[in-house]
T-cell receptor
């Protein structure tokens, strides 16, 4: 049962345009959502997170939007650059005492074309 | 220079052999995690530890074992009971509190000969 879903396996955009990566979740108890970027044969790199009490968080070219009623979040990258080409993972967490685990989506592969 | 190190980068295992993957962090993080990634797949949690001398099974713990004798170290042993060990193994750590950000090492690729 996939609690965090990234329904688009891949996305292709032109350099300079906006990239929008989507993520849906089923568990309303999640209190944090995180986005990671991963290059092949490397560990994921943390990009940005958002608390469930907020609807937007921005860090440079990266903005995450959260729509709790729709159980949906999205990562916007503006402007997109060729170096942004990577797999992007959405992850969610629920505070269960000291047991903090991340529940991961399957990832979306982003290709930014020059 | 703080971070998470994993060694070796590549590891070869013969049939019936146990192998141990190293993970060390100098970030003073309490929690550490082991994940497995297969081609075209997401990250699957093998084991995690929130504190020294304690650890819990993740979603795919069968055929693996861990120890957490020191805060900085969380080695993973892939035993001969793991029938399909070829994968990319990732170690992560996280500090207490929120947000629950995990920081990853560079990974170890395990191949079966």
């Amino acid at each position: 049962d996939q609690q965090v879903k990234q329904n688009s396996p891949s996305l292709s955009v032109q350099e300079g345009r906006i990239s929008i990566l989507n993520c849906d979740y089923t568990n309303s108890m999640f209190d944090y959502f995180l986005w990671y970027k991963k290059y092949p044969a490397e560990g994921p790199t943390f990009l940005i997170s958002i608390s469930s009490i907020k609807d937007k968080n921005e860090d440079g070219r990266f903005t995450v939007f959260l729509n709790k009623s729709a159980k949906h979040l999205s990562l916007h990258i503006v402007p997109s650059q060729p170096g942004d080409s990577a797999v992007y993972f959405c992850a969610a967490s629920r505070n269960a005492g000291n047991n903090r685990k991340l529940i991961w989506g399957l990832g979306t592969s982003l290709a930014v074309n020059p | 220079d703080g971070g998470i190190t994993q060694s070796p980068k590549y590891l070869f295992r013969k049939e019936g052999q146990n192998v141990t993957l190293s993970c060390e962090q100098n970030l003073n993080h309490d929690a550490m995690y082991w994940y497995r990634q297969d081609p075209g797949q997401g990250l699957r949690l093998i084991y995690y530890s929130q504190i020294v001398n304690d650890f819990q099974k993740g979603d795919i713990a069968e055929g693996y074992s861990v120890s957490r004798e020191k805060k900085e170290s969380f080695p993973l042993t892939v035993t001969s009971a793991q029938k399909n060990p070829t994968a990319f193994y990732l170690c992560a750590s996280s500090p207490r509190g929120a947000p629950p950000t995990q920081y990853f090492g560079p990974g170890t690729r395990l191949l079966v000969l």
